[in-house]
């Protein structure tokens, strides 16, 4: 597990729960066009943002896409979860 969450990842997480708020309309494709934009943008390593989001949504490093999950969840529980694993992991 801790090999997915990195030094950083408590503070890259904390921003991309800034991204996710920010998004209204929450669908599969539009998450999946404003995430990869914002990990562009930041020149973030897309593996090291989903692993790490991966394991505050699911706890384990494998499952469905990202973007399935967290449409399924929904925006508040998507978040809520994330906050929570930061603390934890943080």
Not at 33 to 58: C, D, F, P, S
Not at 61 to 79: C, N, R
């Amino acid at each position: 597990m801790k090999k997915r969450w990195k030094e950083d990842s408590a503070a890259q997480l904390t921003e991309f729960i800034g991204v996710l708020e920010g998004i209204d309309d929450f669908s599969l494709e539009n998450q999946e066009q404003v995430v990869h934009g914002w990990i562009e943008q930041k020149e973030y390593k897309l593996g090291n943002i989903m692993n790490a989001w991966r394991l505050t949504l699911v706890g384990e490093g494998k499952g469905p896409g990202m973007f399935d999950i967290s449409a399924f969840l929904g925006k508040e529980e998507t978040i809520r979860r994330m906050k929570r694993a930061i603390e934890v992991l943080g």
